[in-house]
C-alpha cells in the first residue's frame, strides 16, 4: 500500500514538473500566465496521481504499458526541455542556451 501511494505521488510530481517547466525555464517576460501554467501542472499530477493509484482505470487509461510509458515520459521531457532552452536563448542568451 505504501509503495502504490509513494509511486503514484512520484508520477504525480514529475508529470507536474514536466508540465511547469516551459515556464520554469524560461524568463518572467515569456511566460504571461503562471497560475494558468501552475493549474495546469497540479490537475496533470492529480490526474496522474488518481490513475496510478486507484484499482480501477479512470478514464484515461495509460498504466498498461510501464517500459512504453517510460519511454514517452523521458523522450517528452528531454523534447520539452531542450525546446524551452531554444526559445530561451533569444530571449536570454547564456552558455547553457548557446550550447543547444
Do not use: K, Q
Not at 29 to 36: Q, V
Amino acid at each position: 500500500m505504501f509503495a502504490r501511494i509513494t509511486g503514484a505521488a512520484t508520477r504525480g510530481v514529475l508529470v507536474a514538473l514536466l508540465i511547469a517547466m516551459p515556464s520554469m525555464l524560461l524568463p518572467v517576460s515569456a511566460t504571461e500566465s503562471p497560475e494558468i501554467i501552475a493549474l495546469m501542472a497540479i490537475l496533470g499530477g492529480a490526474l496522474t496521481f488518481a490513475e496510478y493509484f486507484s484499482n480501477y482505470p479512470s478514464f484515461v487509461e495509460f498504466r498498461e504499458a510501464p517500459p512504453l510509458n517510460r519511454m514517452r515520459f523521458v523522450a517528452a521531457m528531454v523534447i520539452i526541455c531542450l525546446l524551452s532552452l531554444l526559445v530561451r536563448h533569444p530571449l536570454d542568451p547564456n552558455s547553457l542556451t548557446l550550447w543547444f
